[in-house]
């Protein structure tokens, strides 16, 4: 039997932290691996320091490592024990960090301290590099925010030249050739517009800036808009579109209309875009949760290609397809489903899909909806059309010479007569003339982005003057932090570009009553 002495002398030896007993004035004893550590030659060279003199003078903190050593022994005294990180310094002058426990116990009849000092200069390099990534990360990550909330703007703003233009082409005396090419280009400039919407989404998903709201709307309202946006496509495949709704279906519910429109768009889409033959079927299930909720679950079942089991899970991510050929073959970008889901799971439900090569794919939505207590719901917009002449002066304020052109002759065709001002404080300054003149405006519609006086702060001016007519902003930008300083400058509402023509109707209706 070896003796307890001997054990406890092993333990103390053989350790690779610098194990050491000390007073409050200096060192007593210590074992090898201290003087491994501080590059000491021997025990006796070791007892003559102070705990500062295996310092630095002034510790990181900015505190003089002597007077920092001091404290921390005294409290260990006062505590009997005490855990702290330390820069040390070896006797060879190099410096490292240190975890230090200092624990209080009695030696030659006296009050000492054992000291534990374990060099961590490995795991606070990795720490320190661990911080720089994180740090690093989020830098690119403001900057690649910043950069989509850029490239959207500067994208969307000739997009929204381009399609208005086409609109206003396509209403216009064309042969069937001219009919069929501008056609086309509308189409496709439609198709540039959703990929730019989807990379808008993922990036304002990412930034956790998607707010959902609350409007009543009809469920099967929904789906047939959503099946007429897609009835020609289907049609050009000879394929069916139908639906099924149970007899419990209510009238109208309440969640977000475009949002669930927008998820439904992607799964038909795709539905259509993955099945050669036969018919698409959107399933409709509604279940009461409480008396305020219920559950919509919409199947969307095809029988087209189908996906792999092991792809299921991936088609989920972002910029993910089931089959790499998939881009070549059928387009998109893999954003779809993504996004589709994040807006599932904001609306308190869930996407999932089920599926086997060669027999079809079922996709499952479920979300939670508000049960609406009205019977009838406002559904002037839709029944409107697009004829109007509502006979009204507008105050346009656009820098974009081109989209001040199309602005222009789109509200010609709506019987509206416009000024244009090329900034802000232009814009301003052409209300305050027309004060008590006829005819007065009647609307303000304002850019955001000008030069020489933004949007916002003309809007404010205008308000200062007392107007108080509408004023609808155009933004390039739907990131709810604009719309809200927006609406704190006194705007009635505003339109993100690129709009269509009928989305300016509905705001018109909302505030130019024709005949008034
Ligand atoms: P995109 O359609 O733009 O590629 P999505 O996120 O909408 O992006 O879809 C991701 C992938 O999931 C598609 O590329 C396709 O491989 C697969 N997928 C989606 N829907 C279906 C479907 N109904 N049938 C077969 N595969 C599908």
Request: charged letters at 25%; glycine letters at 6%; one cysteine or more.
């Amino acid at each position: 039997m070896v003796e307890k002495d001997e054990q406890f002398r092993t333990l103390f030896e053989l350790s690779h932290d610098a194990i050491m007993l000390l007073d409050s004035a200096s060192f007593l004893h210590c074992n090898d691996a201290t003087l491994k550590i501080f590059d000491c030659p021997s025990i006796e060279v070791f007892c003559t320091k102070h705990p500062s003199d295996i310092s630095p003078e002034f510790q990181p903190c900015g505190t003089s490592s002597f007077d920092l050593a001091q404290h921390q022994i005294g409290r260990a005294m006062e505590e009997g024990h005490n855990r702290f990180e330390w820069k040390h310094k070896r006797l060879s002058g190099e410096e490292f960090w240190a975890e230090v426990t200092l624990s209080q116990t009695r030696w030659n009849d006296e009050n000492v301290l054992q000291a534990i000092v374990r060099d961590i200069s490995e795991q606070k390099k990795l720490q320190h590099s661990l911080e720089v990534a994180i740090k690093n990360a989020e830098i690119a990550s403001i900057a690649k925010s910043e950069f989509l909330a850029v490239i959207s703007h500067e994208i969307r703003t000739p997009i929204h030249g381009v399609l208005s233009a086409q609109e206003l082409l396509l209403g216009s005396d064309l042969t069937d050739d001219q009919r069929e090419n501008a056609t086309l280009a509308h189409n496709s400039a439609r198709s540039l517009l959703n990929i730019i919407n989807d990379v808008l989404d993922f990036s304002k998903i990412e930034a956790g800036s998607i707010d959902i709201e609350s409007v009543a709307f009809s469920p099967k309202q929904v789906v047939n808009d959503v099946f007429g946006l897609l009835q020609r496509i289907a049609d050009n495949k000879s394929l069916k579109l139908e639906c099924d709704f149970p007899e419990n279906t209510p009238t109208y519910v309440v969640s977000d209309q475009t949002r669930l429109q927008q998820i439904l768009i992607n799964l038909v889409s795709n539905a259509v875009k993955f099945t050669d033959r036969g018919t698409i079927k959107l399933l409709s299930q509604f279940t009461a949760q409480n008396a305020e909720k219920m559950n919509w679950e919409v199947q969307v079942v095809d029988n087209g290609i189908g996906i792999e089991a092991s792809k299921q899970k991936k088609i989920f991510e972002m910029f993910s397809q089931a089959d790499s050929s998939t881009t070549r073959k059928y387009g998109g970008t893999g954003l779809g489903l993504a996004i589709s889901k994040a807006l599932a799971n904001l609306m308190d439900g869930d996407l999932q899909v089920s599926s086997k090569v060669g027999e079809g794919s079922t996709f499952t939505l479920n979300i939670n909806v508000e049960i609406c207590h009205k019977d009838e719901v406002d559904q002037d917009e839709e029944e409107s059309g697009l004829q109007r002449d509502y006979q009204k002066r507008m105050l346009i304020a656009e820098d974009n010479p081109i989209n001040q052109q199309i602005i222009q002759k789109q509200l010609e065709v709506l019987g509206i007569e416009s000024t244009i001002a090329d900034n802000g404080r232009d814009a301003v300054q052409i209300y305050q003339e027309s004060i008590g003149k006829k005819p007065a405006f009647d609307i303000v519609l304002m850019d955001i982005q000008m030069p020489i006086m933004n949007g916002v702060e003309a809007t404010t001016q205008l308000r200062k003057l007392g107007c108080t007519l509408p004023v609808i902003i155009l933004t390039a930008d739907a990131l709810k932090e604009k719309r809200e300083e927006c609406m704190n400058a006194g705007a009635n509402s505003f339109l993100v570009k690129p709009f269509e023509l009928h989305q300016l109707v509905g705001l018109f209706d909302d505030y130019l009553r024709v005949g008034d």
